[in-house]
């Protein structure tokens, strides 16, 4: 059993907290010692445990220790990782046990990503890192997805598709087959997309339509 603890203890944290508990149903591997928030004092207590601190302690952690993190934006994300310069700490891959690949042998991800429950990963899929895919993702074959996405439950992604760095996919978006959508670009809920985006904007709608004009940037 290796330690294991969650950055952020919101809704998303305990959520992480309960995929632990279900991939140690299956074979036990994580030993759960709390989290790390910069919005709640030391040794509060939260739903599955209890506060360790913030971004200043989990650098001065003294123990080898994964971390998982559970944030929902994008951007958020991108900094708390440039932020966490601790050589003891490492991020793994967490999958759900009832994540369906397709090939999973086809499968490459990098470090720190996140699949949860009634998920489906095709194959030939390549995924970079610190991507959350929530419950009941789908991800066609051949596509690529950089890092810092964030999907959000019943995203689809089709096949070929070709996905960049910090993206924020809504409750129930769709991408259509061999599509690209680049960087810093928000899918509202229920959007669908049906051509290439541009970045840096917003869409809403089926089908989607930009809300901002090119080259503005979302905050």
Not at 14 to 25: D, G, S, Y
């Amino acid at each position: 059993m290796k330690d294991i603890a969650i950055y952020g203890a919101g809704g998303y944290g305990q959520e992480v907290a309960c995929l632990i508990k279900a991939i140690n149903a299956e074979q036990p591997q994580w030993r759960l010692v709390g989290f790390f928030d910069d919005t709640k004092s030391i040794g509060t207590e939260v739903p599955y445990g209890r506060i360790l601190g913030g971004m200043q302690d989990l650098n001065i952690w003294e123990q080898e220790l994964s971390v998982v993190m559970a944030i929902g934006s994008p951007d958020a994300l991108v900094k708390l990782i440039a932020q966490i310069v601790n050589p003891l700490v490492d991020f793994p891959n967490l999958i759900a046990p009832d994540v369906f690949f397709h090939d999973r042998e086809s499968v490459k991800m990098g470090k720190g990503n996140v699949i949860f429950f009634h998920s489906l990963v095709s194959c030939h899929v390549l995924m970079g890192d610190f991507n959350l895919l929530n419950n009941d993702v789908f991800v066609g074959h051949d596509s690529i997805i950089g890092s810092y996405n964030v999907l959000n439950p019943s995203t689809r992604i089709s096949g070929n598709v070709v996905i960049g760095n910090n993206n924020f996919f809504g409750v129930c978006s769709i991408v259509l087959q061999g599509l690209k959508v680049g960087e810093n670009t928000k899918i509202s809920a229920g959007s669908c997309i049906f051509r290439n985006t541009k970045d840096n904007n917003l869409y809403i709608g089926n089908p989607a339509v930009t809300r901002l004009t090119p080259g503005s940037v979302l905050k």
